[in-house]
């Protein structure tokens, strides 16, 4: 079964509104990370965050290892912040373990 | 800004001809990531390396993959017999050793079509 389950599974919003994105794991994990992948590119890293709340511009991610999960909150969204973002758990040497993503939409 | 390279970006091949696929870690990153990207965005990790090492790899890549890192030159990824289902989206990543050096950096793929 998933061991990463993300919600939601897509997104719409206006521009300028908040998005948050979930991400819970079935297992114990050692850290996760948080991806950002337009359609046809590549994966970006967009938090490498083992535990606590991490804070880039208008992303903030949040993560409880000891309850499995974390959250990606996106402030005032903006057009070209859509794409698709995918969280991953590392288990033991450094491989990652997928969700399916959440796609957003942000319209103007 | 990722600069691992993989080439070629498309590949398209016949079911039971090889597809052999190229990367380039950044560099000073010893470790370095296959993984598996389908049409239903489901990632499948195939294999890792550290420096020319093997470090895991899943029973597939086992069989059916054949993949290295040999120093001062790109890592390969090679399909012995492509299969309609092995297309796909096939993306190399590479990272350092602990802590936040453990932030995987990716490229921008091989996109892999069997006829």
């Known amino acids: 079964g998933q061991q990463v389950q993300q919600s939601p599974t897509s997104l719409v919003l206006q521009e300028g509104e908040n998005a948050e994105l979930q991400c819970n794991f079935s297992?114990?994990?050692?850290?996760m990370q948080w991806f950002y992948q337009r359609p046809g590119g590549s994966l970006i890293s967009v938090f490498y965050n083992p535990s606590g709340t991490k804070q880039s511009g208008r992303l903030t991610s949040t993560t409880v290892i000891k309850e499995r999960r974390s959250s990606l909150h996106i402030s005032s969204s903006q057009i070209t912040d859509s794409g698709t973002y995918l969280c991953?758990?590392?288990?033991?040497?450094?491989?990652?373990?997928f969700g399916s993503g959440t796609k957003l939409t942000v319209e103007p | 800004n990722s600069k691992v390279i993989q080439t070629p970006r498309y590949l398209v091949k016949g079911q039971g001809q090889k597809a052999k696929m190229r990367c380039i870690p950044e560099?000073?990153?010893?470790?370095v990531f296959w993984y598996q990207q389908n049409k239903n965005n489901e990632f499948k990790f195939l294999i890792n390396f550290q420096n020319q090492e093997v470090l895991q790899q899943i029973d597939m890549t086992e069989k059916r993959f054949s993949a290295e890192c040999p120093s001062n030159s790109p890592c390969s990824l090679e399909i012995q017999s492509s299969e309609a289902g092995d297309s796909a989206l096939y993306l190399c990543?590479?990272?350092?050793?602990?802590?936040?050096?453990?932030?995987?950096?990716f490229g921008a793929g091989t996109r892999l079509s069997v006829l």
């Open positions: 560099k000073g990153h010893p470790v």
């Open positions: 297992t114990s994990l050692n850290s």
């Open positions: 991953a758990m590392e288990r033991g040497y450094n491989v990652l373990y």
């Open positions: 990543a590479s990272s350092g050793t602990g802590g936040s050096q453990n932030t995987l950096y």
